[in-house]
């Protein structure tokens, strides 16, 4: 429950039964349909699409539309989000949701694009996360979102119609910009250690140059569409030939960039950058070689089929060798706490007030990067002191019928220390007994 899901709760110790890895295979499923909570929600096109013609008008209405988008779709989204996943029935589907997620970031950083940024997961990350990695790869890059975040509708290719005269205009070197290329190959598939150079950067930019979406566009060669869809603009993409890690790509418009993501997803150190990510995710903060090897053998024998990738990991005997080797996010600590005495309706201020207190806001990693995944980026004293002051104020709040007794017998009782049961026994109140509960170590991991 805590390994593979957000942390015990009754209903759960009920399904696992006698069979833990049935529990969590039967999570797996090629097909994921968007949550009911979820469904309800507008789309990324609808909400940048406003954003778009906003901007057309002022910058005043601009930044009047983007407080209340962030005030209204995002906020009610994350909530929508958090309480479907401390209700869910399914939490190793939704913890695969935030690896990917995480390993595919867009962040509010930058602000223009934060209000589409959980429409962002809905329509590119929840559909894939058991599908083909290849495709999820193409779905991610060819989003708004991420075109924005990482700010390829500025690249344009340097011998591009469009390119040429704006370099003569400004007397500058070069219109591409290699921001999304080079997160594709460090971040995305290869690893910074995949075997890339710099070339293979700005060739592998040059061949998603022209990947743009409707916004603003002015002067005679951009349409002024301010829909926010993907949209392949020729005018802007760099004409001629790519080569890319050896392999020649032909001038082939938007194809030519498909191609290239498709044999970036089968490359042997995207199956060892992916296999490690996911080692480490859920075995150990230091992945052993040979289970990094199996997973990534598993994700080359199938071309990135992530449902087989996804049964490898709960086969592995790695991943059931050690209990709580791994800190939960300040995210899985605050809905391992919901689940776990049934709040199946959090609150605001049980969630995103905390979670801004605790450095870890929904869609606001600081870099592409993403959210670290290991202890060190977690448990620093500091950021402990806060875990424990929110743990405590949350425990006062909770009714009189959650015993603290219940809670620990299918969150914390398989793996409880003597001393741990000691001092929740030891509590002068209910609401200490939780807190003490909640703030012990054997929580605090999964």
């Not at 593979?4 to 110790?13: K, P, T």
């Not at 469904?39 to 940048?48: G, L, M, T, V």
């Not at 990350?125 to 991420?146: D, T, Y």
């Not at 993409?237 to 030519?256: A, F, T």
Request: charged share 25%; proline share 5%; glycine share 6%.
């Amino acid at each position: 429950m805590n390994r593979f899901g957000f942390g015990g709760n009754q209903g759960d110790a009920k399904r696992i039964g006698s069979d833990p890895r049935g529990w969590i295979n039967s999570q797996i499923r090629d097909s994921q349909s968007t949550p009911a909570v979820l469904s309800n929600f507008r789309s990324s096109e609808e909400i940048f699409t406003e954003v778009n013609r906003a901007r057309m008008e002022s910058r005043e209405t601009l930044r009047t539309l983007m407080r209340n988008l962030y005030k209204t779709d995002f906020a009610r989204e994350c909530m929508a989000r958090a309480g479907h996943m401390v209700r869910t029935k399914d939490p190793f589907a939704e913890r695969m949701v935030l690896f990917w997620s995480n390993h595919f970031t867009v962040s509010r950083s930058k602000w223009i694009v934060g209000p589409i940024i959980p429409a962002y997961e809905r329509e590119v990350i929840r559909p894939n996360i058991f599908g083909k990695f290849s495709e999820m790869l193409a779905a991610v890059v060819q989003h708004p979102a991420m075109i924005t975040y990482l700010d390829n509708h500025l690249s344009v290719g340097s011998n591009s119609n469009v390119g040429r005269r704006r370099i003569a205009r400004k007397g500058i070197k070069t219109t591409l910009n290699e921001n999304l290329a080079r997160e594709i190959l460090e971040l995305h598939t290869l690893g910074v250690d995949g075997g890339y150079s710099q070339q293979d950067i700005i060739e592998l930019a040059k061949s998603i140059s022209g990947w743009s979406h409707g916004g603003i566009r002015r002067g005679p060669h951009y349409s002024i569409d301010s829909r926010a869809v993907f949209r392949f603009e020729d005018s802007i993409h760099e004409p001629g030939h790519k080569i890319i890690l050896g392999k020649r790509y032909r001038e082939n418009g938007v194809h030519e960039g498909l191609q290239a993501l498709e044999d970036l997803a089968r490359h042997p150190s995207t199956a060892l950058f992916i296999a490690t990510k996911l080692v480490r995710h859920f075995v150990s903060d230091d992945p052993p070689n040979e289970a990094v090897a199996k997973i990534a053998k598993v994700f080359s024998d199938t071309e990135g089929d992530l449902a087989a990738v996804s049964n490898a990991i709960v086969e592995l005997d790695e991943v059931w060798a050690t209990p709580l080797p791994k800190v939960k996010s300040a995210y899985e600590l605050i809905i391992a706490a919901h689940r776990s005495v049934g709040d199946i309706n959090p609150k605001v201020k049980n969630v995103l007030q905390p979670l801004r207190e605790l450095g870890q806001l929904p869609f606001s990693a600081p870099s592409p990067q993403g959210w670290g995944d290991r202890s060190q980026d977690w448990i620093a004293p500091t950021a402990l002191i806060r875990r424990v002051q929110w743990l405590r104020r949350y425990s006062r709040q909770l009714p009189s019928t959650v015993i603290p007794n219940e809670i620990a017998k299918y969150t914390i009782g398989p793996v409880a220390e003597e001393n741990t049961e000691k001092w929740i026994g030891l509590a002068t109140s209910r609401d200490a007994a939780l807190a003490t509960l909640f703030a012990s170590p054997e929580f605090q991991r999964r």
